[in-house]
């Protein structure tokens, strides 16, 4: 029989009305992750932020940038896999 407690990670995937947070923290586990799921990116691209399934990508060098472009669907697809969700759509590449 349930006491009228539940744990505070409970509330959180559970409750309705914090849907917001919730995602908030599903996109932001995605730049905490972000080298786990690429570690061969660290010195090439840098997770910036996710916002609208969205994911921003900082990229210094153009080169770079044209190949993770190239790639970019390929990202995608391993970033939602590796998360169990459809949670990045698109990435956006910026300076």
């Known amino acids: 029989m349930h ?3 539940i744990s505070l990670g409970e509330a959180i995937e ?3 009305s914090l849907s917001k947070l919730r995602n908030s923290i599903k996109d932001s586990d995605i730049i905490v992750k972000f080298y786990e799921i690429f570690n061969d990116f660290e010195k090439i691209a840098e997770p910036v932020k996710v916002k609208n399934n969205v994911l921003f990508l900082r990229v210094e060098n ?3 940038r ?3 472009k190239f790639k970019e669907q390929a ?3 391993k970033i939602n896999e590796f998360v ?3 949670r990045i759509k698109k990435i956006k590449f910026v300076s």
Do not use: A, Q, T, Y
């Open 62 to 64: 153009s080169v770079w």
């Open 66 to 68: 044209s190949e993770l």
């Open 84 to 86: 169990k969700e459809e």
């Open 14 to 16: 559970k409750e309705p």
């Open 3 to 5: 006491n009228g407690f």
């Open 75 to 77: 990202i995608i697809e």
